[in-house]
């Protein structure tokens, strides 16, 4: 017998049916149904909650693998009721990277692929294009901050770390904001040319004070 | 009085029954030093989650200049060899009357393929109130495609001076076999004190 409060099912058949803790997982998408283009998150679609419910926000991605050759691992976000991904980003990346064939690994400050007020996607996997062979993917996590702040511009922290082309770990780390005072809530995930072949990512709602 | 459903006790005595689980990051094991030589988890670790978080709290050194390390083990504990590919870089600061910094890349900390531990911190102080603390993320060990990659980041009091020293590390565990164990170490002596959670986030 369910138990309800409120007219909302608070527990049925031994467990919790409402979210306990401070972290809340919010949506999987992934590609038990065949390789995707990308892999997108939009408020009120598909049960996607990317609101002020929660002030921040967390995606996981674990063994994102390209179809493609040689590509990059990429993001970007949309205002409320705007399209094309393509809001203004400013940000710093960094990467530590050493090869599987040699000891001289090294960490730098990677200029290419910061962005300036730029429009388009943030690269989230270094300089580095990732390697195509079967075992080779990137995994790792992107935390957003108070997205639909609308007096603030929005940051976002990302770490993640992949198999470079030539065998290679590089261990990524990307910062920025959103230069935008608008509320975001759509955000895409894709590889910068070709399918995603396999990976999930999940969204997760992370409880502040409010919450 | 409890508030049972279907079996399982839900709630009881003002709070959430202890064996239910509280949102996607589910503790499945502490383990706590004691003189120990290793902290090795050879269990909870499977499909069930695609991301596994290990918490290390005041770790505590026996011997001074000790260094923590992590390997991975994929017959359960048996051998902790699984080829490694990984960099480390730290930023320290060095203070009480001696002010330096330092950030640069470690190269004697990475490892190239190798079946050795991987350092995660570097040269504890074994003063009493000295210690190290951190995270490291393993990303679906249990896949069986895919090389396992894993980043950390943590903290240590270092012998000298008391410098604090930050260290980041990324790399991947370069088997396509589920990893099943993971095992902590110091570089030498014990694990004085200081304990270590293993979270699934689901």
């Known amino acids: ?211 | 009085m409890g508030l049972i459903s279907n079996g399982t006790t839900l709630l009881d005595a003002g709070a959430i029954d202890s064996g239910i689980a509280q949102g996607p990051m589910q503790l499945i094991t502490t383990l706590t030093a004691s003189s120990s030589a290793n902290l090795s988890f050879t269990s909870g670790i499977s499909s069930t989650y695609k991301e596994y978080v290990f918490k290390y709290l005041n770790l505590h050194a026996a011997t001074d200049e000790a260094e923590l390390n992590v390997n991975f083990s994929i017959d359960g504990g048996s051998n902790y060899n699984v080829a490694k590919t990984s960099s480390f870089f730290r930023a320290e600061h060095t203070g009480g009357g001696t002010e330096s910094t330092a950030f640069e890349y470690r190269t004697g900390d990475e490892l190239s393929n190798g079946t050795g531990t991987q350092k995660i911190l570097r040269t504890f102080s074994t003063e009493n109130d000295h210690s190290g603390s951190g995270t490291l993320t393993l990303y679906d060990p249990s896949n069986t495609t895919f090389v396992k990659h894993f980043t950390a980041r943590g903290n240590v009091i270092q012998h000298a001076n008391d410098t604090a020293s930050a260290a980041f590390v990324g790399g991947y565990a370069n088997t396509t076999s589920a990893i099943n164990a993971v095992q902590f170490t110091f570089s030498s002596g014990n694990i004085d004190a200081g304990i270590i959670k293993m979270y699934g986030v689901l």
């Open chain 1, 1 to 211: 017998m369910a138990i309800l409060s409120n007219a909302v099912e608070m527990a049925d058949a031994g467990s919790f049916s409402v979210s306990l803790g401070d972290q809340v997982l919010i949506k999987e998408l992934n590609t038990s149904g065949g390789a995707v283009a990308n892999m997108t998150f939009h408020h009120g679609a598909s049960s996607v909650v990317l609101d002020d419910t929660y002030p921040f926000y967390k995606f996981v991605f674990s063994n994102m693998h390209p179809a493609g050759n040689a590509v990059f691992w990429l993001f970007q976000a949309n205002a409320v009721d705007a399209s094309g991904f393509n809001e203004q980003i400013t940000s710093s990346t960094f990467r530590a990277v050493n090869p599987e064939n040699s000891s001289n690994g090294q960490v730098d400050y990677i200029a290419s692929i910061d962005q300036s007020n730029g429009t388009g996607f943030q690269n989230i996997c270094s300089d580095g294009d990732i390697k195509t062979d079967g075992d080779s993917c990137i995994s790792g996590e992107l935390l957003l901050f108070d997205p639909s702040n609308t007096t603030y511009i929005k940051h976002f922290m990302a770490r993640t770390n992949h198999m470079v082309n030539n065998s290679q770990s590089s261990d990524n780390h990307i910062a920025g904001y959103f230069n935008t005072t608008a509320a975001l809530d759509e955000f895409q995930f894709k590889f910068n040319s070709g399918n995603i072949d396999s990976g999930t990512i999940k969204l997760y709602g992370i409880k502040g004070a409010a919450n």
